[in-house]
């Protein structure tokens, strides 16, 4: 049994009864927020399915400008949520400006900081600037990047400020070989696995939209790169999604 550690189920066009009921092989999963709108539709999604989903609560660096009218509510619903983010840096495509991007990320930290609870952080071209907030704020051991797709030497830097690392479809692109290389570097106490449904389907699925019960695809490609039978790989990933988002 897998844990999906990051499904938008709410953002998908799909009845999300249905995404669930096909994930077999899925214990539980997480339902990230990206605003307060999404935060609160993954809170009422979860509330129709104890024990199997867990939420998140945050705000995207896509709409990092938007954080000052929308703290008060990411706040209020993050008091129960499992975890805060989806959060941080996106410098790919620029849609907040890079300093209120970086202002509503360390407000974030501080959120998750002052509830106890992990950040799951969203990190596209902005290694640097990710790792400095990290690194300054303390607060990597409660960090989860999710959709790993550095490289070896971001890995160890990252695996330095101990970040847990969530893998997702890319992993098992033939252009993924630069993620499967860092993949090796990472101990199972420190990975987890995810879809980002409905996003980044894994091989043999892409250009589909993703659902959770795909997650054994990554798993499986994690599993081959640590040299490790499948169901270990997704008995020591969920073990660390336990850690991180349960306890």
């Not at 896509?62 to 989806?86: F, K, Q, Y």
């Amino acid at each position: 049994m897998w844990v999906d550690t990051h499904c938008h189920l709410q953002l998908d066009a799909r009845p999300a009864d249905e995404l669930i009921d096909r994930a077999a092989d899925v214990e539980w999963l997480v339902v990230p927020g990206v605003d307060a709108r999404t935060s609160q539709a993954a809170a009422e999604l979860a509330d129709r399915y104890p024990g199997r989903l867990e939420w998140t609560a945050g705000l995207h660096p896509h709409d990092a400008e938007r954080w000052p009218g929308e703290e008060a509510e990411i706040t209020r619903l993050a008091a129960r949520a499992a975890a805060v983010g989806e959060c941080g840096l996106d410098y790919y495509r620029n849609l907040s400006d890079p300093e209120a991007q970086r202002a509503a990320f360390i407000a974030q930290i501080e959120l998750a900081d002052a509830l106890g609870k992990p950040v799951v952080v969203h990190c596209r071209d902005a290694f640097a600037d990710v790792h400095d907030i990290l690194e300054r704020t303390g607060y990597g051991p409660r960090t989860v990047l999710h959709c790993w797709t550095g490289g070896r030497r971001w890995t160890r830097r990252f695996l330095d400020l101990g970040v847990v690392f969530s893998f997702a479809g890319p992993l098992t692109y033939p252009t993924g070989e630069t993620i499967r290389l860092a993949a090796e570097l990472v101990p199972p106490d420190r990975a987890m696995v995810e879809t980002d449904t409905p996003y980044l389907s894994p091989e043999p699925h892409r250009g589909e939209p993703n659902e959770p019960a795909w997650i054994a695809h990554t798993g499986e490609v994690l599993a081959s790169v640590w040299g490790i039978g499948v169901e270990e790989a997704a008995r020591l990933t969920t073990a660390t999604a336990e850690r991180v988002f349960r306890t």
